[in-house]
């Protein structure tokens, strides 16, 4: 890859900021045009993602509020992947955590992608699971919000809205609804 025409080449990174769910560092690149100087990357966590869809055709969500961007909305269960945690397996406790609804059977990957690569790390990892028991109440309350069961049909709206909260939400979902039409 280093030999394709517009590549960027690295020369190391030095951290000057480091905790459980962001790392900056400063790497020393030099762009296509020969410039080389020490640019700003962030790092985040890997995050998975469950899409749980029922056969009404509905998605397991948490209406909640994040005061970063002070909005309100949708977003699909998930979190950060522990050290030596499988992704899939972080998506479903995540789930159970979050919802109080435990994804059943084996999970189905879906799709995995980096949101703003230009000069941020945050993998995604979405995984789908097409059934899911009610085990209780959530019992994160960090993650305090509404559970609802939202019918698909109301993505496209919701997303004008601007009512489906994060890129993981809004690339599992219309990920999913674009690859059952083909």
């Not at 020969?34 to 055709?57: K, M, P, S, T």
């Not at 059943?104 to 790390?121: D, I, K, N, R, Y």
Request: aromatic share 10%.
């Amino acid at each position: 890859m280093a030999d394709e025409h517009g590549s960027w080449r690295t020369f190391g990174e030095r951290l000057v900021y480091d905790n459980r769910w962001v790392k900056v560092g400063l790497t020393d690149v030099e762009a296509p045009n020969g410039q080389r100087w020490e640019y700003h990357v962030v790092h985040l966590a890997r995050i998975a993602i469950a899409l749980i869809v029922n056969e009404r055709d509905e998605a397991l969500m948490l209406w909640r509020y994040r005061f970063a961007t002070e909005q309100w909305g949708y977003e699909l269960l998930g979190g950060m992947v522990d050290d030596n945690e499988d992704a899939a397996a972080t998506a479903a406790r995540e789930a159970a955590e979050e919802s109080g609804w435990e994804p059943v059977g084996a999970a189905e990957h879906l799709v995995s992608f980096e949101p703003l690569p230009g000069q941020v790390t945050a993998p995604m990892d979405i995984y789908l699971w097409r059934e899911a028991r009610h085990i209780g109440e959530p019992t994160d309350t960090e993650e305090v919000g509404r559970v609802e069961w939202v019918p698909l049909s109301r993505v496209t709206e919701l997303a004008q809205r601007q009512e489906l909260l994060g890129s993981g939400t809004l690339v599992a979902l219309l990920y999913y609804m674009a690859s059952r039409k083909g």
